[in-house]
């Protein structure tokens, strides 16, 4: 978790999440992971959490990994820490693909995920202002954060703003 | 997950070795140099080797496969799309440039190729382990390299914030080709097959 990093990119990992202030721009490659922005317009600072799964189920690991604990930490980030208001706060997720999986246990985790999300965010009264989810392949989102814009690009199709 | 210094510099030797004759077959069925760029074994914590590969933007092919065996494991063979159409000219045997577009003779060799390394890589592990690894049938697919990985490394993600990890980069040789070979064992076999090598070699 850094506010800043070196250059004007800086690029999230899976299961982490990392807010940053314009002129920066935040990516991340996302698979059947989903991928929540939160972006503040007047302060211009946004946030990407990378979630890989819906709930943490009292697992040990690092709570970014988890939509139940890891949606919180980035408001908790946001509020916090960059003082943004919690009225003026945006949302826009991605990702959640049907990925190829070598397991049989992972069917469709990226339909779970956009589902526990959607309802996290609804959950802490933050409006989702524009979503592209689900598919069958991968996910590579840019936040802008002197716009707000993401642009999406989905493997093998144009990107697109949001 | 535990595994002692000593085992990581057996598991080091080991699949220096392994990964020593893959590339020695990998040349010889592309009749081309593939040159060892690195191989690096470590326990990687998730979310640094991930922020490394979505930061690499690149559409690549790749095959996925399990071992299964006395240990069992995952092996991901990536190279960018435009590689994947040089190493099918190569593979064929025809001039460089030939494959322009890809197609299922891409895929076909891509999977081939994840197969021989995986192949190799196993007759390594079964030969310096006395374990029996049996490759299952490679899944090949079309994404950015950041995709592909997450798909690697999810389902041991979600319990552990650590993965222990074999990167190797190879290197077409007169070309600008890399291309990426995975291991990710699974920790909890691979340490018992250590334990077993340990003891065995004590008892010699």
């Given at each position: 978790?850094?506010?800043?990093?070196?250059?004007?990119?800086?690029?999230?990992?899976?299961?982490?999440?990392?807010?940053?202030?314009?002129?920066?721009?935040?990516?991340?490659?996302?698979?059947s992971?989903?991928?929540?922005?939160?972006?503040?317009?007047?302060?211009?600072?946004?946030?990407?959490?990378?979630?890989?799964?819906?709930?943490?189920n009292?697992?040990?690991?690092?709570?970014?990994?988890?939509?139940?604990t890891g949606?919180?930490?980035?408001?908790?980030?946001?509020?916090?820490?960059?003082?943004?208001?919690?009225?003026?706060?945006?949302?826009?997720?991605?990702?959640?693909?049907?990925?190829?999986?070598v397991s049989?246990?992972?069917?469709?985790?990226?339909?779970?995920?956009?589902?526990e999300?959607?309802?996290?965010?609804?959950?802490?009264?933050?409006?989702?202002?524009?979503?592209?989810?689900?598919?069958?392949?991968?996910?590579?989102?840019?936040?802008?954060?002197?716009?707000?814009?993401v642009?999406?690009?989905?493997?093998?199709?144009?990107?697109?703003?949001? | 997950?535990?595994?002692?210094?000593?085992?990581?510099?057996?598991?080091d030797?080991?699949?220096?070795?392994?990964?020593?004759?893959?590339?020695?077959?990998?040349?010889?069925?592309?009749?081309?140099?593939?040159?060892?760029?690195?191989?690096?074994?470590?326990?990687?914590?998730?979310?640094?080797?991930?922020?490394?590969?979505?930061?690499?933007?690149?559409?690549?092919?790749?095959?996925?496969?399990?071992?299964?065996?006395?240990?069992?494991?995952?092996?991901?063979?990536?190279?960018?799309?435009?590689?994947?159409?040089?190493?099918?000219?190569?593979?064929?045997?025809?001039?460089?440039?030939?494959?322009?577009?890809?197609?299922?003779?891409?895929?076909?060799?891509?999977?081939?190729?994840?197969?021989?390394?995986?192949?190799?890589?196993?007759?390594?592990?079964?030969s310096?382990?006395?374990?029996?690894?049996?490759?299952?049938?490679?899944?090949?697919?079309?994404?950015?390299?950041?995709?592909?990985?997450?798909s690697?490394?999810?389902?041991?993600?979600?319990?552990?914030d650590?993965?222990?990890?074999?990167?190797?980069?190879?290197?077409?040789?007169?070309?600008?080709?890399?291309?990426?070979?995975f291991?990710?064992?699974?920790?909890?076999?691979?340490?018992?097959s250590?334990?077993?090598?340990?003891?065995?070699?004590?008892?010699?």
């Open positions: 978790m850094i506010l800043n990093n070196n250059g004007n990119i800086v690029t999230v990992g899976v299961g982490d999440l990392k807010i940053a202030k314009s002129p920066k721009v935040i990516k991340t490659s996302l698979g992971c989903v991928g929540v922005v939160l972006y503040d317009s007047v302060q211009k600072i946004g946030g990407i959490l990378h979630l890989m799964l819906p709930s943490s009292e697992r040990k690991g690092k709570p970014s990994k988890y939509a139940d949606i919180p930490l980035l408001l908790d980030l946001m509020l916090n820490q960059a003082k943004s208001r919690k009225n003026v706060l945006t949302a826009k997720i991605f990702g959640g693909a049907k990925m190829f999986n049989n246990e992972l069917f469709d985790i990226g339909k779970t995920n956009i589902a999300t959607q309802r996290l965010l609804e959950h802490f009264s933050i409006k989702i202002t524009a979503s592209r989810v689900g598919g069958t392949k991968g996910h590579q989102i840019t936040l802008d954060t002197e716009t707000g814009i642009q999406s690009r989905i493997f093998g199709e144009p990107a697109k703003e949001y | 997950m535990q595994i002692s210094k000593k085992h990581l510099k057996i598991l030797i080991i699949i220096k070795i392994g990964m020593d004759n893959a590339s020695r077959r990998f040349s010889k069925i592309i009749k081309r140099a593939a040159l060892i760029e690195l191989v690096k074994t470590e326990l990687v914590d998730i979310s640094e080797i991930t922020e490394k590969m979505n930061s690499d933007l690149r559409e690549m092919v790749a095959a996925m496969l399990r071992l299964e065996g006395s240990f069992s494991g995952k092996i991901l063979f990536m190279i960018p799309l435009d590689g994947a159409l040089v190493l099918q000219d190569l593979y064929i045997g025809q001039p460089l440039g030939t494959s322009k577009e890809f197609d299922e003779f891409t895929e076909g060799t891509v999977q081939e190729i994840g197969n021989i390394l995986a192949s190799s890589i196993g007759n390594s592990f079964a310096d382990l006395g374990s029996k690894l049996l490759p299952t049938p490679p899944q090949v697919v079309c994404d950015f390299a950041g995709t592909i990985f997450e690697l490394i999810f389902e041991e993600g979600m319990n552990n650590k993965i222990f990890l074999t990167e190797t980069k190879f290197n077409l040789h007169d070309t600008e080709i890399d291309c990426y070979f291991l990710l064992p699974d920790i909890d076999s691979l340490t018992k250590l334990n077993k090598l340990e003891k065995s070699e004590n008892l010699g």
